[in-house]
């Protein structure tokens, strides 16, 4: 019978001698654990978050271009702002075209993008008059703005921007204002005879002029 493989032995330990003793394995920590069934301890609360900033969107502006069109036309120029980074002149609606002609030949805005009125129906004057303007040569926006009381005429600014004709006649038919100088002042969305000004903040959404409906359209109130 073949003799079995000797298993190799520890190495003998000089008498006196102690054994190194192993080093045992490091325990980590572990987060603690209720006890079953044991109520979950309280959330913290967590710090309320810090109240954010107003925002300002409208700012006083004084550059050199609101000093040019101060110098020009002195107290017509009632106010100067800067909105998200455009610039707003608030001026006097009796001196609307005389400062339309200026900034589209001196300050070079040539073009009337647009000419809308807002209704601010709790102000004694209740409408602004706002046209936006852009300059191709210094790729840059403006906006005039002009107050009117409720039957006050805006003189037109046709003879500055021909495009502003069709936009006052809408501005006319929706809001009642009256543009002194335009050539042809008549409504362009609603028939002539129509009753009321449907862009006003008083004049309710199902409001319409029911006489014109029962006589053209042959539609009793109500059908």
Do not use: C
Request: overall charge negative; aromatic content about 8%.
């Amino acid at each position: 019978m073949a003799d079995e493989p000797k298993q190799p032995q520890p190495p003998a330990v000089p008498t006196g001698e102690k054994p190194a003793s192993t080093p045992s394995p490091v325990s980590t920590p572990t987060a603690k654990t209720s006890a079953p069934g044991a109520p979950a301890p309280p959330a913290k609360p967590s710090a309320p978050a810090p109240p954010k900033p107003p925002v300002v969107l409208q700012t006083p502006l004084d550059n050199e271009m609101v000093s040019r069109f101060r110098a020009k036309f002195g107290g017509a120029i009632l106010e100067a702002m800067e909105d998200r980074k455009q610039a707003i002149l608030i001026v006097d609606r009796a001196r609307l075209a005389e400062i339309a002609l200026y900034t589209r030949d001196e300050e070079k805005f040539e073009m009337l993008s647009d000419l809308t009125a807002v209704d601010w129906p709790k102000r004694e004057k209740r409408f602004d008059v706002v046209l936006n303007l852009y300059s191709f040569a210094r790729n840059e926006r403006l906006r005039l703005k002009a107050h009117a009381a409720d039957g006050e005429e805006v003189p037109s600014v046709v003879g500055v921007w021909l495009a502003a004709d069709w936009l006052e006649r809408e501005v006319f038919d929706m809001f009642g204002i009256v543009f002194t100088g335009h050539p042809n002042l008549k409504r362009i969305l609603l028939p002539d005879e129509w009753q009321g000004y449907p862009l006003r903040k008083d004049y309710d959404i199902l409001q319409q002029d029911t006489a014109w409906v029962r006589e053209n359209l042959g539609i009793e109130s109500g059908q």
